[in-house]
């Protein structure tokens, strides 16, 4: 079933109040607590909230391969599915980094609730295999650029968010009416099946749905991601922590990019161990798996993708206030 609406705001405050007026000071230590935040080098426990996809496969072959325990960080890791939500895991305490888009993160920021970014997760990439974003339509639709999806219905798998502001103004740059779009709201997993059935015209994904569709017979117009932010290897899935987080335990977060900058080299360096890793961790085909490409993982900060992020959501009306670049940002 689609959700069909536009939504003026995204109010990550009603999600988060309760949790964070349980949080206590003086509370028994849970996770993230040691008997070191004064920076002396102790064990830092942290609780991971990543999806169940390719985009954390570093950070699980990192920690496989002890990096994250040689910088004295104990990492497990726990679903989770959206940005959003990850807002709010890290604010009630349940975890205490989250890998997900930008949109919720500045969102947040933007509700004073105080969360910020602590390294890059994954970038867009071109690759002999395709980019990490694609648009694709039925070969037979007779749409072959963004402008021709004016009056059309997209799949998207979030509204107010990346997805929706990747394929506006993918559109407005091919010199169409924006406007026009009808967006829809589904699954990644759910998205190919309504375009077969012709529920809808296109849809805006990512990999690897992007190559399954086109295993399928649809084809690509584009990749709405690069087009958005006029950079082919923009950097828009972050982790981010919260802030209370940070300030209880000094250095934690060079630990954290020290560790993830390991298990990023190992895994550029190891890509057949990434491809094994998203077949015995993640559960992807592996013909699948095999043709689509590897995810581009990074550990630098996009600061250009978070400004025009932060810029759609002032633009789109989901934030009213922007916050800086600065503040969302760990130095």
Known sequence: MFIQRRLKSISIVALALTATLTTVAGCSPG????????????????????????SSLNLRLGMEQGFFAEEGLNVTTVPSGTGAGGVTGLINGEIQVALGGLSGTITAASQNIPVVFVSGGIADAESPEGPWYATLVSPDSGIKSFK????????????????????????????????????VQLPFAQQATALASGQVDAITTQQPFAKQAELEGFVSIGDPAAIAYGDPENGNTNYF????????????????????????????????KVREAAISMVSLNPDLVKAAPVPNFVVELDRNAIEKETGWLLKYGVIQNAPSVDSLIVP
């Open 31 to 54: 996770p993230g607590s040691t008997n070191g935040t004064d920076g002396s080098g102790e064990t830092v426990d942290i609780v991971a909230g990543v999806a169940a996809s390719m």
């Open 241 to 272: 922590m919260a802030k209370s987080f940070v300030d209880d335990n000094p250095g934690v977060v060079e630990r954290w990019r020290a560790a993830l900058q390991k298990s990023t080299d190992y895994a550029k360096a190891n890509p057949d």
């Open 148 to 183: 021709d999806l004016e009056g059309k219905t997209v799949a998207i798998n979030s509204l107010n968010c990346c997805w929706d502001f990747w394929t506006r103004e993918s559109v407005i740059a091919d010199g169409g009416d924006d406007s026009k779009l009808k967006l």
